[in-house]
């Protein structure tokens, strides 16, 4: 049986490419592009260089992308290090566009199987190959498009460190972030670096410096151009650390404005570098917010959409919307549903590399560990019980944020 590839198509429609106007640069028929993404047939084997210098992809990224199992595909569209080209042996443009190329990798790869299997790859490629460029880059590299393109990904291992359950680590590179973003004049990135720290202070239960930093994000992406969906995900962000203080009106006011925003957002062009965030982004922190609020029917409403909405290899966000859905039916007292999503949710963990997953997890199995034992209970905790040990530790709540 022929396996998508998902991946393949992801890469495409990463840069820009439609079936028809890869077809056009390839000098094929559009359904023989159809046909390498269903796994049904394979580029010959004198069309794979075109076809990964269309893709931005060494040849062996392409070729691992091509065959293999799902994870092994997954894995090797994050360039590995060892494989990449090496930034020294680049010159002018091409040394960013390397770099954005690797982080579009290792983002397909992130939402796959998490960051827990990637992050020392990513800390690696950044101590090894983006650190030594910044301190003597190469000939012709844009300086402010290097600091852009050293931002993003240290963004990204940021998210890594925080899937690992790392968030001393996840801080620092954030703040790392910012300041590479300030430091290369990129208001937008400086904003998606406020959202990121942001998340993580709701995350450490910081909510009035969550609010301060999302403020501070709103200010530095509307100075700047694609940022619509960014200020969407800024005000998101700002109406999670309202509903943890307790301000109903403020949450509500702030959710109207991200919804208004992405909206009115769908033809943009977005900025270079900026996470993506769209409906199913939204309605996982809107549901966030209304369990917080105890506004339980529109909670379970919003996580319900998210589990639609998040298909195919977003394995994580969906596992993610299934345990707030599984915490809303707590708290509305229907325990041997939630019992159900959650051995759901543990079936699917065994294939994430994510502590953020178990940890939540876990404090779902302590709440369920004190009701009544039923059937669904019972087989909840026993596959709770069956999950290896991961650190879901929160330990970045010492030091002061850059903003």
């Known amino acids: 049986m022929a396996v998508r590839r998902q991946s393949l198509a992801e890469r495409r429609e990463a840069l820009g490419y439609t079936q028809e106007t890869l077809a056009q640069e390839m000098g094929v028929d559009r359904s023989t592009v159809a046909r390498w993404e269903r796994g049904v047939q394979s580029p010959q084997p004198w069309m794979r260089p075109t076809l990964a210098k269309a893709l931005q992809l060494t040849p062996a990224s392409l070729a691992a992308m091509l065959g293999g199992s799902?994870?092994?595909r997954a894995l090797a569209s994050a360039v590995a290090p060892g494989d990449?080209?090496?930034l020294s042996d680049l010159d002018g443009a091409e040394v960013v566009d390397s770099i954005f190329t690797t982080a579009q990798d290792l983002q397909i790869a992130d939402r796959r199987i998490g960051g827990g299997a990637l992050y020392p790859s990513v800390a690696h490629y950044l101590t090894q190959q983006i650190g030594p460029q910044l301190m003597s880059p190469s000939h012709g590299v844009s300086v402010p498009r290097l600091f852009a393109a050293a931002a993003s990904v240290t963004e990204i291992a940021g998210w890594m460190a925080?899937?690992?359950g790392n968030d001393a680590n996840a801080r620092r590179y954030f703040d790392r972030a910012f300041r590479l973003a300030m430091a290369g004049d990129d208001r937008a990135l400086a904003?998606?670096?406020?959202a990121s720290m942001a998340h993580l202070a709701i995350e450490l239960r910081q909510p009035h410096d969550a609010v301060r930093i999302a403020v501070e994000g709103l200010g530095q992406a509307t100075a700047a151009y694609g940022t619509s969906r960014l200020v969407a995900r800024l005000h998101t962000m700002r109406a999670r650390g309202l509903a943890l203080i307790g301000d109903r009106a403020g949450c509500s006011k702030a959710l109207?404005?991200?919804e208004s925003i992405l909206d009115e957002a769908t033809a943009e062009q977005p900025a270079q570098w900026i996470a993506a965030f769209d409906e199913a982004s939204l309605a996982s922190e809107a549901a966030l917010c209304f369990l917080q609020l105890a506004e339980l029917d529109e909670a379970e409403r919003r996580a319900r959409e998210v589990i639609r909405l998040r298909s195919g290899d977003?394995?994580?966000s969906r596992t993610f919307a299934q345990l707030t859905l599984a915490n809303v039916?707590?708290?509305?007292g229907r325990v041997d549903e939630a019992a159900a999503i959650g051995h759901e949710a543990c079936s699917t963990t065994v294939s994430l590399s994510s502590a953020r997953v178990v940890h939540q997890l876990r404090a779902l199995g302590g709440v369920l560990s004190l009701?009544?034992?039923s059937r669904q209970v019972s087989s909840f905790l026993a596959a709770l019980a069956g999950l290896s040990a991961t650190s879901g530790e929160h330990n970045g709540a010492v030091s002061s944020w850059p903003v």
């Open 70 to 72: 799902a994870p092994d």
């Open 162 to 164: 925080h899937d690992s």
């Open 314 to 316: 977003r394995v994580r």
């Open 371 to 373: 009701a009544p034992r």
């Open 256 to 258: 109207e404005d991200a």
């Open 329 to 332: 039916l707590v708290h509305a």
């Open 84 to 86: 990449a080209a090496r």
């Open 191 to 194: 904003a998606n670096s406020c």
